[in-house]
């Protein structure tokens, strides 16, 4: 390859993914010695968290990097596109993922260490990395499935006959769901002759200059939107969550309810408001409250009725369960919608009727999404990780046989206690600000006359009363009353909670010191809506169409 | 593999005839495949194939007893014996490709950038085209073989 094609050799941003391809590779090959093996994985996820930093301040103060793997130009290589968005996703993965490998050293027994826990958890981190990193819609699959296949060992981790079933179910689903997404970009290839996402995102802009008809490319990103949904776990495809959650192993629960979720939030926000916004379809669809011409303003509705369900769902089953991981499963269900609900709310008014407003809405709802699904990350990825301690100390997580914790373990249930307060919504906690701009979005998509922003509004209302419903009752029976025989035994370890409890502070810092996380988010949402820049910062050749 | 369902003198003869072939076209894919059809990826199935063939008619010990000439290892134990050893090529299989991709980084180039020089003159050959994107190739290969036959050997032994 010459040098003299114009590619940028910034290999910054390809440095996160490499330090978590590295590393699984070395631990693959030092299997045979625990504590090697145990220390090359926490240097790797160490040099993890240093790469994504190093990216964000660079990104941040320096804007877009790109990134054209063996140097092929785009569109015919493939991209690595570091934006805003892209690199908050990747904070968000490194932070959680950075507590998650160190519980899971102290949490998961030497045997299944051994077996191969380090190598699948560290292609499943590469998994995460290359979908946020990733300008082409095919690698984005690659991605996909890279970060899916460590998680059907994880969820058959244990080989019991509930492990296999929720195994099972997990991999016939998502494999069709791979087998959808494939046919959807096969179709969006087809139809628009690229895989480059800024270069789909130009020729939609322009259809007429390009010779392509961007109607069939709305139907392909329905059933893409399907994939991602299934992804997410949101309603009507949540039915895998709370099975496949229990069976893991549960620090990667912490990682799939925290990480792998948001690679499909990502996903719908990329390619939804980035990608196929610049979408038109001329005369609209026709149909009966699908109004509006751009893609987003047909994606919106369908969004919202999901979003909706998610939350009554999601807040319904966790109120009934009698589980701390059923409980924690259920509650990702309905918290993953108050994530897609503002970006359902700003879809509906993308329109332009709404005007200049618009734009600063639709931004507003995209920072909502993000900070909640940071939010979430953190305090669900801490919740899953207290119902591991608890399971370690009193082997058991059946509510009817835990009582007593406050007494028993003070510190853990204190971080628990952080956790739900940051689910709830309670100030001055990460969770407060995420609720506060979920309203916020609703509100002001009321006061500019969006139709259905009231029942939005209502619906989140619902969702959080629900929120608050299912964690007290967890509370109460769980972690006060008498201590039970089960607790009563049981030892906890120290570098479990002190896991938790460093999380826990994390979810107050990041409610306390909260400005610089607003104006992360900010950026990342401009980021995610700036199609243009985004062509601008790929820059794929133009290709004549014959 | 039961004494009394012995394969026949045929399924044997074919066998030992057939399974260089597979190998030497098995290489053949691999070393044309950086630019024609082709590589690591189909050379190597092509390779288990092979494999498969030897454990299907000549039994699943009968490789490490008479080719290697040594005891084969318990069944049903999963890190020892060959199986342990596939683990192992495939374990180098991913390194090396890894590796052939850092090796670009090294070089000032883009992660996987390949290269390719022409060696001439040579006897017979004229000019021998040595491609960088084998050494990927043979990662694959190697990635390939072991995780095909690590599964193939443990399913079997099941």
Do not use: C
């Given at each position: 390859m010459s040098?003299?094609?114009?590619?940028?050799?910034?290999?910054?941003?390809?440095?996160?993914?490499?330090?978590?391809?590295?590393?699984?590779?070395?631990t693959l090959g030092t299997r045979r010695y625990d504590r090697l093996q145990r220390v090359l994985s926490l240097l790797g996820i160490g040099a993890y968290g240093v790469g994504v930093i190093v990216l964000t301040t660079r990104v941040l103060s320096g804007g877009t990097l790109t990134y054209q793997l063996s140097a092929w130009p785009a569109p015919f290589g493939i991209t690595l596109v570091a934006d805003a968005l892209a690199v908050f996703m990747l904070a968000l993965a490194a932070l959680t993922t950075v507590a998650i490998l160190i519980f899971s050293v102290a949490y998961v027994d030497e045997e299944g260490q051994r077996v191969s826990y380090h190598p699948l958890f560290h292609f499943m981190l590469l998994g995460v990395s290359g979908s946020f990193l990733t300008g082409d819609i095919f690698n984005l699959f690659v991605w996909f499935e890279v970060m899916l296949m460590p998680s059907y060992v994880f969820v058959v981790?244990?080989?019991?006959?509930?492990?296999?079933?929720?195994?099972?179910?997990?991999?016939?689903?998502?494999?069709?769901?791979?087998?959808?997404?494939?046919?959807?970009?096969?179709?969006?290839?087809?139809?628009?002759?690229?895989?480059?996402?800024?270069?789909?995102?130009?020729?939609?802009?322009?259809?007429?200059?390009?010779?392509?008809?961007?109607?069939?490319?709305?139907?392909?990103?329905?059933?893409?939107?399907?994939?991602?949904?299934?992804?997410?776990?949101?309603?009507?495809?949540?039915?895998?969550?709370?099975?496949?959650?229990?069976?893991?192993?549960?620090?990667?629960?912490?990682?799939?309810?925290?990480?792998?979720?948001?690679?499909?939030?990502?996903?719908?926000?990329r390619l939804y408001?980035?990608?196929?916004?610049?979408g038109v379809v001329d005369g609209g669809l026709g149909l009966p409250g699908l109004s509006g011409e751009s893609f987003l303003a047909f994606f919106g509705p369908v969004l919202f009725l999901m979003a909706l369900a998610s939350m009554l769902v999601g807040g319904v089953g966790a109120v009934s369960r009698d589980n701390l991981d059923d409980v924690f499963a259920y509650s990702s269900i309905g918290q993953v919608g108050f994530i897609v609900l503002p970006l359902a709310v700003v879809a509906t008014i993308g329109d332009h009727s709404f005007g200049a407003a618009a734009t600063d809405l639709q931004v507003l709802g995209v920072i909502a999404a993000l900070v909640y699904s940071l939010n979430h990350a953190v305090a669900k990825s801490l919740l899953f990780m207290v119902s591991g301690t608890v399971f370690d100390a009193a082997d058991t997580i059946e509510l009817d046989r835990l009582g007593g914790l406050t007494t028993r373990y003070p510190v853990l249930s204190g971080s628990f206690f952080v956790g739900s307060l940051a689910l709830v919504g309670i100030p001055p906690l990460s969770g407060f600000f995420g609720k506060l701009l979920v309203f916020d979005t609703g509100g002001q998509a009321l006061a500019a006359g969006a139709p259905g922003a009231g029942l939005a509004l209502a619906g989140a209302l619902v969702g959080a009363i629900f929120t608050i419903a299912y964690l007290s009752r967890a509370w109460t029976k769980g972690f006060w009353g008498d201590v039970t025989p089960a607790v009563e035994r049981g030892e906890q370890s120290t570098v479990l909670v002190g896991v938790v409890a460093a999380l826990a502070l994390v979810v107050v810092a990041i409610g306390v010191g909260f400005d610089p996380v607003y104006s992360f988010a900010e950026a990342a949402a401009e980021a995610a809506l700036d199609s243009e820049g985004y062509v601008d910062a790929v820059d794929p050749e133009v290709v004549a169409h014959e | 593999m039961s004494l009394d369902r012995q394969p026949t003198v045929i399924a044997r003869t074919v066998t030992r005839l057939v399974v260089p072939l597979i190998l030497v076209t098995a290489l053949a894919l691999l070393f044309q495949g950086h630019n024609l059809p082709g590589g690591g990826f189909i050379a190597g199935v092509l390779t288990v194939t092979a494999f498969a063939l030897v454990y299907v008619i000549f039994g699943l010990d009968y490789l490490e007893a008479e080719l290697l000439d040594r005891n084969p290892g318990t069944r049903y134990e999963t890190e020892s014996g060959i199986i342990r050893e596939y683990g192992t090529v495939f374990a180098v299989g991913l390194a090396v490709a890894v590796g052939s991709g850092i090796a670009a980084i090294a070089l000032g180039y883009p992660f996987l950038t390949q290269a390719v020089a022409f060696v001439e003159p040579l006897p017979i050959y004229h000019e021998l085209e040595v491609a960088s994107a084998l050494v990927f190739d043979l990662g694959v290969y190697a990635v390939v073989v072991g995780a095909l036959l690590t599964i193939l050997a443990e399913v079997g032994s099941e």
């Amino acid at each position: 390859m010459s040098a003299d094609l114009a590619v940028s050799t910034t290999h910054v941003v390809v440095a996160p993914m490499l330090a978590a391809l590295v590393t699984a590779v070395l631990t693959l090959g030092t299997r045979r010695y625990d504590r090697l093996q145990r220390v090359l994985s926490l240097l790797g996820i160490g040099a993890y968290g240093v790469g994504v930093i190093v990216l964000t301040t660079r990104v941040l103060s320096g804007g877009t990097l790109t990134y054209q793997l063996s140097a092929w130009p785009a569109p015919f290589g493939i991209t690595l596109v570091a934006d805003a968005l892209a690199v908050f996703m990747l904070a968000l993965a490194a932070l959680t993922t950075v507590a998650i490998l160190i519980f899971s050293v102290a949490y998961v027994d030497e045997e299944g260490q051994r077996v191969s826990y380090h190598p699948l958890f560290h292609f499943m981190l590469l998994g995460v990395s290359g979908s946020f990193l990733t300008g082409d819609i095919f690698n984005l699959f690659v991605w996909f499935e890279v970060m899916l296949m460590p998680s059907y060992v994880f969820v058959v981790f244990y080989s019991g006959p509930r492990q296999t079933a929720a195994a099972l179910q997990y991999t016939v689903l998502n494999l069709v769901g791979s087998a959808l997404m494939l046919v959807a970009i096969g179709g969006i290839y087809a139809t628009t002759g690229t895989l480059n996402m800024a270069d789909i995102t130009r020729r939609l802009a322009d259809p007429a200059a390009f010779g392509i008809d961007p109607a069939p490319v709305l139907g392909l990103s329905a059933i893409l939107l399907l994939v991602f949904a299934l992804k997410a776990g949101i309603v009507p495809f949540q039915f895998w969550v709370p099975p496949a959650y229990r069976a893991a192993p549960a620090p990667i629960s912490a990682f799939l309810a925290g990480v792998t979720k948001k690679v499909g939030v990502y996903a719908i926000v990329r390619l939804y408001f980035t990608v196929f916004a610049a979408g038109v379809v001329d005369g609209g669809l026709g149909l009966p409250g699908l109004s509006g011409e751009s893609f987003l303003a047909f994606f919106g509705p369908v969004l919202f009725l999901m979003a909706l369900a998610s939350m009554l769902v999601g807040g319904v089953g966790a109120v009934s369960r009698d589980n701390l991981d059923d409980v924690f499963a259920y509650s990702s269900i309905g918290q993953v919608g108050f994530i897609v609900l503002p970006l359902a709310v700003v879809a509906t008014i993308g329109d332009h009727s709404f005007g200049a407003a618009a734009t600063d809405l639709q931004v507003l709802g995209v920072i909502a999404a993000l900070v909640y699904s940071l939010n979430h990350a953190v305090a669900k990825s801490l919740l899953f990780m207290v119902s591991g301690t608890v399971f370690d100390a009193a082997d058991t997580i059946e509510l009817d046989r835990l009582g007593g914790l406050t007494t028993r373990y003070p510190v853990l249930s204190g971080s628990f206690f952080v956790g739900s307060l940051a689910l709830v919504g309670i100030p001055p906690l990460s969770g407060f600000f995420g609720k506060l701009l979920v309203f916020d979005t609703g509100g002001q998509a009321l006061a500019a006359g969006a139709p259905g922003a009231g029942l939005a509004l209502a619906g989140a209302l619902v969702g959080a009363i629900f929120t608050i419903a299912y964690l007290s009752r967890a509370w109460t029976k769980g972690f006060w009353g008498d201590v039970t025989p089960a607790v009563e035994r049981g030892e906890q370890s120290t570098v479990l909670v002190g896991v938790v409890a460093a999380l826990a502070l994390v979810v107050v810092a990041i409610g306390v010191g909260f400005d610089p996380v607003y104006s992360f988010a900010e950026a990342a949402a401009e980021a995610a809506l700036d199609s243009e820049g985004y062509v601008d910062a790929v820059d794929p050749e133009v290709v004549a169409h014959e | 593999m039961s004494l009394d369902r012995q394969p026949t003198v045929i399924a044997r003869t074919v066998t030992r005839l057939v399974v260089p072939l597979i190998l030497v076209t098995a290489l053949a894919l691999l070393f044309q495949g950086h630019n024609l059809p082709g590589g690591g990826f189909i050379a190597g199935v092509l390779t288990v194939t092979a494999f498969a063939l030897v454990y299907v008619i000549f039994g699943l010990d009968y490789l490490e007893a008479e080719l290697l000439d040594r005891n084969p290892g318990t069944r049903y134990e999963t890190e020892s014996g060959i199986i342990r050893e596939y683990g192992t090529v495939f374990a180098v299989g991913l390194a090396v490709a890894v590796g052939s991709g850092i090796a670009a980084i090294a070089l000032g180039y883009p992660f996987l950038t390949q290269a390719v020089a022409f060696v001439e003159p040579l006897p017979i050959y004229h000019e021998l085209e040595v491609a960088s994107a084998l050494v990927f190739d043979l990662g694959v290969y190697a990635v390939v073989v072991g995780a095909l036959l690590t599964i193939l050997a443990e399913v079997g032994s099941e």
